[in-house]
């Protein structure tokens, strides 16, 4: 993988000769391989590489950004021309800085998998296959596998800045993926599920494909319930997603730009008492797991919500000097080809003390929903949200049938003030988490009252 530390050293000496109040360089390289079969043939095999710089510096208070995809020495006098001539074209900006060089080393995470370029690309394969065959195998009823995938990206980031901070990290995800197709009649349902680990011999793909055939076999024969409101349960899968939408309330730019339902709430009891959220960005093997963020900041945990009580908001540099603060570390790019912005890191609901098969137990009838349909139209200033729903009907217990064609509405601020339990089962998926969740009320319209 690239040298990039001999990349940084000469810009950031160029860069010290031009006069200028602040600068950062940082590069990102990564290589990848996909991976895809059905019907236990190789159907993809993508490899890949990618490569960037990005640069920041304020001129009398001005800030300037470019950014490259080219890291040869022929075009760095051009592109700190650019960013130095976009930084006069820019309003002065108070709040823009770059972090200090910390005193202390930076956090130790084990997250590079030394073996894995090690691998052969057949064991790689055939990981993907033994995917396939393990939702086949789970169930007779499972009749097509639409994808098994299996996906690797090994990756190094580094950071200098003028205060004299220099990092750099090292790190490799694995992760296997499967969409299949249970068949019955018919009646025909889909099922999924992913899972992920810096480490290959850690990804367990005969988990997840059970998993994705159970959740299609489950759902074989699903009808629509009446309207009406009832307890639920969310599974991990669902209370991550649902997370994921009131996480950006957590993020300082949206309450310092009045577009977070939980603007002036601080210190406030808001959500149930078991609800505890956490953003970690050193959470062992997490998917957003690094020793600092995007900026150099080092990443640590926060607690945005301590049994329904909100803490507080997440920062990067920017936000921070705003409000006099520190950084939170949640500096995140969405790419090299833009600036840090606030992003969370391992962001998820603590895992509470109850077994989750107790909360499906408890529930004299309701829904255990397994799927929602247009979550992103929820309204992430006010809360509010009407989407569709799948799940499972629960009476006395045990499941009743599967249930589809409804549709489930309320708040979130409301959804996470009505958690009357929270499950041991905390699971991540991508970089957000949760445990199952029992809801004490949730709307629900079905067939009509």
């Known amino acids: 993988m690239t040298d990039t530390l001999s990349i940084v ?23 990848g391989l996909t991976i895809e079969v059905k019907d236990g043939a190789l159907d993809v095999f993508v490899k890949s590489e990618n490569t960037g710089l990005g640069l920041r510096l304020i001129k009398e208070q001005r800030p300037g950004f470019a950014f490259s995809t080219d890291l040869s020495p022929k075009v760095i006098p051009d592109l700190i021309e650019r960013v130095i001539h976009g930084a ?51 169930d007779p009823r499972i009749k097509k596998v639409r994808k098994a995938a299996y996906v690797e990206t090994t990756g190094i980031v580094t950071i200098c800045n003028h205060a004299g901070l220099k990092l750099s990290c090292h790190k490799t995800l694995v992760s296997g993926s499967i969409m299949v197709v249970a068949e019955e009649g018919e009646n025909a349902e889909t099922g999924w599920d992913y899972d992920f680990s810096p480490f290959f011999s850690r990804l367990d793909m005969g988990s997840i494909g059970a998993t994705a055939a159970g959740r299609a076999v489950s759902m074989l024969g699903a ?10 349960v969310l599974p991990p899968w669902v209370a991550s997603d649902v997370l994921s939408i009131l996480s950006a309330s957590f993020m300082a730019d949206n309450v310092q730009k009045g577009k977070s339902m939980l603007l002036g709430r601080a210190g406030e009891s808001v959500f149930s008492p078991h609800v505890t959220i956490v953003d970690d960005g050193l959470y062992p093997g997490g998917i957003a797991s690094n020793p600092f963020d995007d900026e150099g900041s080092f990443h640590g945990r926060n607690v945005l919500v301590s049994e329904g009580v909100v803490q507080g908001f997440l920062y990067d540099q920017y936000t921070a000097n705003k409000e006099g603060r520190r950084s939170t570390g949640n500096a995140g790019r969405h790419g090299i080809k833009d600036p840090p912005s606030v992003r969370a890191t391992n962001f998820y609901i603590q895992a509470g003390p109850v077994d989750p098969n107790e909360l499906l137990s408890s529930l004299q009838e309701g829904l255990m929903v397994t799927e929602l349909i247009g979550l992103h139209t929820a309204d992430p200033i006010s809360g509010d ?23 489930i509405s309320g708040n979130l601020i409301d959804l996470f003030g009505n958690v009357d339990g929270a499950g041991t089962d905390l699971k991540f998926y991508g970089q957000f988490g949760a445990p199952s969740l029992r809801i004490s009320a949730l709307n629900i319209a079905g067939l009509g009252t």
């Not at 000469?10 to 600068?23: C, F, N």
């Not at 074209?89 to 997250?111: H, M, N, R, W, Y």
């Not at 949200?385 to 549709?407: N, T």
């Open 88 to 138: 006069g074209a820019t309003d002065p900006d108070p709040f823009v800085g770059f972090p200090s060089s910390p005193a202390e080393t930076p956090p130790q995470l084990d997250q590079f998998d030394h073996d894995l370029q090690r691998i052969s690309a057949e064991d790689k394969i055939d990981r993907a296959r033994s995917l396939e065959a393990a939702a086949r195998s789970s």
């Open 9 to 31: 050293d000469p810009i950031m000496t160029r860069l010290s000769r031009e006069g200028l109040d602040a600068y950062e360089v940082y590069i990102a390289c990564s290589s």
């Open 385 to 407: 949200f009407s989407v569709g729903a799948a799940g499972l009907w629960i009476k006395g217990g045990e499941i009743l049938h599967p249930v589809k064609g409804i549709a």
């Open 223 to 232: 009808r629509p319930v009446r309207s009406t409101q009832a307890p639920a």
